[in-house]
């Protein structure tokens, strides 16, 4: 269940929020562990839906239009619930500009209004505000969620041939074991016949494959997808198990994923004005790979002592070397964030050209293999089957 609160620190600061809790007793309880103190505790909205990054993007697109115009922002969130702005955003939208009526800026209104921002969308929106940027801001992280969402699609486009390619493979490969090569044997053995050596090869290699491969790796997928699970409580967990998949074979990919989602992150923050001691957690947090995180983290407290960016970010396995180059010349240049921009354009580029080469070749080479996996086998009935005619 989801709660909004309002409350403050030991030091006094305001505090105010969304915490998932099974009850009111337990939202308390677990904002206490964050030191906070909450003041008031109330139940999401029923009904309260968080907005999919789709809807959010029509929603900065077009609120940054509306703010570029010069309408004050209360006026332009009205102007697009009444047009019915942002698709499917109405209710999401009513809880935001409510919000703001009641004095909070967009930033806070969209994080109790349960729309869905993540905490990187939340501080560019803030950093924003603050520094008068909140029209361009917003046009970038609409910029932004289109292209992530662009890619998603182009991905899940891009593996229906290979699935359906697989499929039918092991459809095949199942009728096949199943009913073609037990009737070939029992007619082998009433001519008495039996299957040469090279056949018997080909049936029990192709039945170690349909029968044991397949099985092993769908026991492999439980294992993977049960240690996620299990990530999601252990956060050490987590980060050895993130280090372990970022060292694989092919795992560049992912590294420079991760790169380019810190680089740009980054890059945001700091040209909304957000200092970079505060930017550096959200930016890290923004690759979604625990093992990055905590190694950003600690690059982060280097800041904090005065060492510069590039020289914090070295060290930092895969996103060091190919971000601090990158970092130096923006330092030395006071252009950073233009530099991180460019930086993430560039492993943007590099990235979707990797992925539209491995997506271009995934289906010709699934279809080679079943190809020659059901030529091996169908040969192998083939052959022996000629003989018995031949000495018929």
Do not use: N
Not at 80 to 86: C, D, P, W
Not at 202 to 227: E, I, T, Y
Not at 365 to 379: H, P
């Amino acid at each position: 269940m989801t709660f909004l609160y309002k409350g403050y620190t030991a030091e006094g600061a305001a505090r105010a929020g969304r915490v998932e809790a099974a009850d009111e007793a337990a939202a308390a309880k677990a904002l206490l562990a964050q030191g906070v103190y909450a003041r008031s505790l109330r139940p999401l909205a029923a009904g309260a839906r968080s907005l999919a990054a789709s809807s959010r993007a029509a929603l900065y697109r077009e609120l940054g239009a509306l703010l570029g115009a010069g309408l004050p922002l209360d006026r332009a969130l009205d102007l697009l619930r009444a047009e019915g702005g942002a698709a499917d955003g109405g209710a999401a939208l009513e809880r935001v500009a409510g919000a703001v009526r009641e004095g909070r800026g967009l930033a806070g209104a969209l994080a109790l209004s349960g729309a869905g921002p993540g905490a990187f969308e939340r501080a560019a929106i803030a950093s924003a505000e603050a520094s008068a940027t909140l029209p361009a801001m917003l046009a970038r992280l609409a910029d932004r969620l289109e292209a992530e969402e662009a890619a998603r699609g182009a991905v899940r486009a891009a593996l229906v041939y290979p699935c359906f390619v697989l499929l039918l493979g092991v459809a095949v490969a199942a009728v096949l074991l199943g009913v073609v090569v037990p009737s070939a044997e029992r007619a082998l053995a009433d001519a008495g016949l039996p299957l040469p050596a090279a056949s018997r090869w080909l049936v029990g290699a192709a039945r170690a494959v349909v029968f044991g491969f397949v099985p092993l790796a769908l026991l492999a997928a439980a294992a993977l997808g049960a240690a996620k699970l299990r990530a999601r409580g252990d956060r050490a967990f987590a980060e050895r198990l993130d280090a372990l998949l970022l060292r694989l074979p092919g795992a560049g990919f992912a590294r420079q994923r991760a790169a380019q989602r810190f680089a740009a992150i980054l890059g945001a923050l700091a040209e909304g004005g957000m200092p970079l001691p505060d930017a550096l957690p959200l930016a890290a947090a923004g690759t979604a790979r625990p093992s990055l995180e905590a190694a950003l983290v600690e690059a982060t407290a280097r800041v904090r002592a005065g060492t510069a960016l590039a020289d914090a970010l070295s060290p930092v396995p895969h996103v060091g070397p190919l971000l601090a180059p990158w970092a130096r010349v923006g330092e030395a240049g006071g252009c950073l964030p233009q530099m991180l921009d460019a930086a993430s354009s560039r492993l943007r580029a590099r990235w979707e050209r990797t992925l539209s080469t491995r997506l271009a070749l995934l289906g010709p080479v699934l279809l080679a293999v079943v190809g020659l996996f059901v030529l091996a086998l169908a040969l192998g009935l083939v052959l022996p089957l000629l003989r018995v005619a031949s000495e018929i």
